[in-house]
Nanobody, 123 residues
Framework: QVQLVESGGGHVQDGGSLTLSCRAS????????????MGWLRQAPGKEREVVAA????????YTADSVKGRFTIARDNAQNTVHLQMYSLKPEDTAVYYC????????????WGQGTQVTVSS
């Protein structure tokens, strides 16, 4: 089992920046770090959860949602078992609960989730 703990959410003004961090732990992750794809997902009130960005073990970005391209960057620090989501030029529509998630390579769905962190962007 993989445990994920997010940090870095908060309240910013339109155009502001935030960086979210997620630290992974657990025996499974320690042994098989290179088997996990890490992702950031978000869910806004009344909307379905969506994938924002995902990154593989090698640091290669596997996915970035069109709505955040050019504004959000996902990065991974394998030595620290941490994945970051740098968010720039935030918009009110980015307001959501952001979740860190992990899935094994080859799996269709994310199987481990963090508790979520609120990001609120006011106009």
């Amino acid at each position: 089992q993989v445990q994920l703990v997010e940090s870095g959410g908060g309240h910013v003004q339109d155009g502001g920046s935030l960086t979210l961090s997620c630290r992974a732990s657990g025996r499974s992750f320690a042994l098989y770090n290179n088997m996990y794809i890490m992702g950031w997902l978000r869910q806004a009130p009344g909307k379905e959860r969506e994938v924002v960005a995902a990154i593989g073990w090698d640091g290669r970005v596997q996915y970035t949602a069109d709505s955040v391209k050019g504004r959000f960057t996902i990065a991974r620090d394998n030595a620290q078992n941490t994945v970051h989501l740098q968010m720039y030029s935030l918009k009110p529509e980015d307001t959501a609960v952001y979740y860190c998630a992990a899935k094994k390579v080859g799996d269709a769905s994310y199987s481990s989730w963090g508790q979520g962190t609120q990001v609120t962007v006011s106009s």
